[in-house]
């Protein structure tokens, strides 16, 4: 069965950090693009970050460049997402989400396999 469960979601004060995980099963990163999506209360889901599980390579949106990053440890089937200098306006669902490498060039379109989400709430 293929899986995705996040956690790591909480309350924060701006300028504070937070780091998310996504365990997968079913999953191996190594031929997989594996991105961290949000949805913030009455907007659009948004694409934050992707890793390209074959030469690790990332790319994020621009409103978190040089904050966010993430990353993975292929051992534990783990992605995370490292959150810094956060924003009232980074507050959102965040979803860790898996697709085939094929999905790379577009992958802030969408993905196939989505995990439940973990809520970041970043107070002003």
């Known amino acids: 069965e293929r899986k995705l469960v996040e956690s790591g979601g909480g309350l924060v004060q701006a300028g504070g950090s937070l780091r998310l995980s996504c365990v997968a099963s079913?999953?191996?990163?190594?031929?997989?693009?594996i991105a961290w999506f949000r949805q913030a209360p009455g907007k659009m889901r948004e694409g934050v970050a992707c890793l390209n599980g074959d030469d690790g390579s990332t790319d994020y949106t621009d409103s978190v460049k040089g904050r966010f990053t993430i990353s993975s440890d292929n051992a534990k089937n783990t992605v995370y997402l490292q959150m810094n200098n956060l924003k009232p306006e980074d507050t959102a669902v965040y979803y860790c989400?898996?697709?085939?490498?094929?999905?790379?060039?577009?992958?802030?379109?969408?993905?196939?396999?989505w995990g439940e989400g973990t809520l970041v709430t970043v107070s002003s």
């Open positions: 079913g999953f191996t990163f190594d031929d997989h693009a």
């Open positions: 989400a898996v697709d085939s490498l094929a999905t790379w060039s577009t992958w802030y379109l969408g993905m196939n396999y």
